[in-house]
């Protein structure tokens, strides 16, 4: 409940902060610190420190595996903040208020996850989904920004829809909203209308996350976003749907696991194929950046079909690397004046040290050892080799994540290997050095989460 009242409230704050503070880095300085005091807010309450002891049992549920992420969720975005908090200035006049609604998500991210009714986790998407179709389309100036809102707010809108209709079904076989009372199902035999209910309750959260053959929607609305609302969208939104799927499987689905695995199986290998194999051919480094996101949505899938203690652990650890290691592409990629792969020529001779983290935070992406995003994959894999089953699929995402490791170091390629574009035009980048100071801890922390994944994974367990 501390992440919860608090990120609400501190939401209100930042509005009103728009009315009586004229200076936007008042305003950046003010949202930097409320996220710091939302992020110190959850961690007293993972340590049993609990500020609003609200007894809410039968509508939400608290533990350790959802607090330990919105620890994750939150931190991610107080780097976010510190990054590119500057960038959310120059989108547009109404800075408090773009605050206001990173807040407001944070908030829906709480509820996501750790929800225990089925209402719940509809008002936690949905408090997540509505602040992002207004940031989308916050570049009033910007045509693709307007479009890409529109296509969101519509697809998000019919998703919604098949999301409330699962609802509704469930309901009308169970007769309560609880998840906890669908994992009767197994002993019941089964029940078309429930097993109805949960198919479109898939179907609407692989629209959330991105998932084939319901990511039609990402490239475009990701490309155009504003870059600083993209990094955000494809981070800690994304991870925190996963999380409530996760959940959701967690009871509803686990009693008749075996008979949804060829379901999942099927959009797992559909994901993992349109979003490396469409990868290869952009020649946009922010369009590739969201077809690598439905790519590592197929791996963040593993941990629902392999559901295990190690899937679970994955889930964390990959929501962390993923969160980071994007976070940190992204905020490097504001500064480039040119999105394409050319634009990143000579970047290693020009600003060496942007390049050698950037560096970090690809092969991260790719699965490299000695990164993060190695020991993501690795146990995301490890939980569906011990499951026994469909042993075939994790062979096709072994070949697929080769297949990442491509585009991946077509940018590397660029930095390392090829001459800068002469152009006395181009203005030299301007980088603060607190800018490369966050840079440096970032690309640290994801190297010693990469050496040392029990570092976080251990919190999972208190």
């Not at 407001?104 to 179709?133: D, H, Q, R």
């Not at 669908?182 to 089964?190: H, I, P, Q």
């Not at 930095?415 to 800068?420: A, I, L, Q, R, T």
């Amino acid at each position: 409940m501390n992440a919860i009242i608090f990120s609400a409230i501190l939401g209100v704050v930042l509005m009103f902060s728009g009315i009586f503070i004229s200076k936007t880095s008042t305003v950046r300085i003010i949202a930097t610190l409320g996220m710091a005091l939302l992020l110190g807010v959850n961690i007293a309450e993972q340590n049993g420190f609990r500020i609003f002891d609200i007894d809410v049992k039968d509508m939400l549920q608290f533990n350790s595996f959802g607090l330990l992420f919105n620890s994750i969720a939150f931190a991610s975005t107080l780097i976010f903040m510190l990054l590119s908090g500057r960038d959310v200035e120059k989108v547009g006049v109404n800075v408090a208020e773009y605050f206001a609604l990173i807040f407001f998500v944070s908030c829906g991210v709480s509820i996501t996850s750790s929800f225990n009714s089925l209402l719940m986790l509809f008002l936690g998407i949905e408090i997540i989904s509505i602040p992002l179709y207004i940031l989308t389309g916050s570049d009033k100036r910007n045509l693709k920004s307007n479009e890409a809102s529109l296509k969101y707010f519509l697809m998000g809108s019919f998703s919604t829809g098949i999301m409330l209709m699962g609802i509704a079904m469930i309901y009308g076989s169970r007769g309560t909203f609880s998840i906890q009372s669908m994992d009767l199902v197994a002993v019941k035999g089964f029940e078309p209308v429930l097993m109805g209910g949960l198919l479109l309750l898939i179907i609407s959260m692989s629209f959330k996350v991105s998932a084939a053959p319901f990511h039609f929607w990402t490239p475009d609305v990701y490309d155009g976003a504003p870059t600083v609302f993209t990094s955000f969208m494809a981070t800690i939104v994304k991870a925190a749907i996963f999380i409530g799927f996760f959940r959701l499987f967690e009871t509803s689905y686990g009693a008749t696991l075996e008979s949804w695995r060829a379901v999942l199986a099927f959009i797992i290998c559909a994901t993992l194929f349109i979003g490396n194999i469409t990868a290869v051919f952009q020649q946009s480094v922010k369009r590739m950046l969201a077809y690598s996101s439905i790519a590592q949505a197929g791996f963040m899938l593993f941990a629902l079909f392999a559901y295990s203690g190690e899937a679970k652990e994955g889930l964390i650890l990959y929501s962390a690397a993923y969160s980071l290691a994007t976070i940190g592409i992204f905020a490097i990629l504001i500064r480039m004046k040119d999105y394409t792969f050319e634009g990143y020529n000579g970047l290693g001779k020009t600003q060496p040290l942007l390049a050698a983290t950037n560096t970090v935070f690809l092969l991260s992406l790719a699965g490299i050892p000695l990164t993060a995003g190695f020991f993501a994959k690795y146990y995301m894999l490890m939980a569906a080799v011990r499951n026994g089953a469909y042993m075939w699929l994790v062979v096709v995402a072994v070949i697929f994540a080769a297949i990442s490791v491509y585009y991946y170091f077509r940018v590397i390629q660029a930095m390392y290997f090829k001459e800068p574009v002469a152009d006395s035009d181009t203005e030299p980048m301007e980088i603060s050095t607190s800018f490369r100071i966050i840079l440096v801890i970032l690309a640290a922390v994801i190297v010693l989460l990469g050496i040392f994944p029990q570092l976080l994974l251990e919190k999972l367990y208190f």
